[in-house]
């Protein structure tokens, strides 16, 4: 079969017509439980925390956005965090998971604080040439990684990573939130599992929450469906219904949010108020070349480090008009963070400080807007510091 484009795909995936009415769109199937003709005689929905279709409409099509030519299965959740968590309750207690260092702050939290409870521990890695092989233990179970990182930017080899953790028996989970399946597919590059903050590219409107987990392992996917009934931490019909709406445009969507990255950071690549410019798309990067084996593009998110340090990025953040300061990201609307008091704050200080998250950083999700306006508003936020 001939392939397809990844904006037909979007428009597409999951895009029957309703058999009743030949609604164009799936109807919302807001119900909590399914009439049956006898006892345990049913159509094959029981109950909506087990069974939903319209969240199997939209598990169903970020598994194929994820991985067009191979069958793959989704699993959809209440958040990004339900999602995470329940992939770990795949591991048993005395489990150990190496982790990459740069990590998603929800997560670093999980790891430290509530499984760490239960007998599973994290090491956590630069991921660097020989290094895995170091943190590892004779219980380690699980690898976890997020490329691009975050807040940080910074690339890992999902293939050279995926080789090296199957040798040892490893399940590779990677968090693939900031690409978006758009703008990179880790199930092809050799990941077991790929995770999801829907909440971010992928319904894109910041107005849910939302996560998702895909696998083209059936054993991976039967435990992850037993575990999203036993667990129960499952998204509302409305939520996924929302999401699918806006997996129609998601390929438009991420196209404009590279478009406008690129172009900023081809702008402020010289800037006086700029003390350090991340994003993988630059050629002095030090992630680039694997990122542009890995990736299509290189996504709206841009991390700078800018002069005068909290005050510094203060003002930046409060002279902007067209960059909210707000927590998440990948939205249509383009948002500030400052992960040293916001999304990492809850990372110890000396770690946060030993990675690169300074005080001075603040993260650029780049919006949707028209470019001019938005290279207007930056420049005239740097003035300000
Ligand atoms: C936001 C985010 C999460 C957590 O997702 P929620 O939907 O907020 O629970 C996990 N990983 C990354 C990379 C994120 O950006």
Not at 151 to 167: C, F, Q
Not at 259 to 283: C, F, M, W
Not at 302 to 310: A, D, H, T
Request: glycine share 8%.
């Amino acid at each position: 079969m001939k392939k397809i484009g990844d904006s037909t795909r979007s428009v597409h995936v999951s895009a029957e017509p309703d058999k009743y009415t030949g609604s164009v769109q799936m109807p919302i199937y807001q119900t909590s439980t399914y009439v049956q003709e006898d006892f345990a005689i049913h159509k094959g929905y029981e109950y909506a925390r087990t069974h939903n279709p319209t969240r199997a409409l939209v598990e169903a099509a970020i598994a194929e956005l994820e991985s067009p030519d191979v069958p793959a299965y989704g699993t959809a959740f209440a958040s990004g965090m339900a999602a995470i968590t329940t992939i770990t309750q795949m591991l048993e207690s005395g489990s150990h998971i190496i982790a990459a260092s740069d990590l998603y702050g929800g997560t670093a939290r999980l790891f430290d604080q509530i499984l760490s409870k239960f007998g599973i521990e994290t090491t956590y890695s630069n991921l660097n040439e020989g290094e895995l092989e170091k943190c590892a233990t004779e219980n380690t179970k699980m690898l976890w990684l997020e490329s691009p990182t975050n807040p940080l930017l910074e690339i890992h080899d999902i293939e050279k990573l995926s080789n090296i953790a199957h040798k040892n028996g490893w399940i590779v989970v990677v968090d693939n939130t900031f690409a978006s399946p758009i703008l990179q597919r880790p199930l092809e590059h050799g990941a077991d599992i790929v995770v999801h903050s829907t909440t971010k590219y992928i319904a894109g409107h910041s107005d849910l929450i939302g996560g998702c987990v895909i696998t083209r392992n059936r054993e991976i996917d039967e435990q992850l469906k037993f575990l999203q009934n036993a667990l129960g931490a499952v998204p509302s019909p409305m939520d996924c219904f929302l999401t699918l709406r806006s997996i129609r445009t998601l390929a438009i969507r991420v196209e404009r949010h590279c478009d406008n990255a690129e172009k900023l950071v081809k702008k402020l690549s010289q800037h006086p108020k700029i003390t350090r410019l991340l994003y993988p798309g630059l050629k002095t990067h030090n992630g680039h070349d694997i990122a542009k084996k890995q990736m299509q593009r290189y996504g709206g998110m841009i991390s700078i480090e800018v002069i005068g340090g909290e005050q510094g990025a203060r003002k930046f953040a409060s002279a902007s008009k067209l960059f909210a300061t707000a927590e998440s990201l990948g939205g249509v609307e383009s948002l500030i963070n400052h992960p040293w008091s916001m999304t990492h704050a809850a990372i110890p200080k000396k770690r946060r400080e030993s990675i690169g998250i300074t005080p001075g950083l603040v993260r650029l999700s780049v919006g949707i807007e028209d470019f001019e306006d938005l290279w207007d508003d930056i420049v005239n936020a740097l003035e300000c510091i």
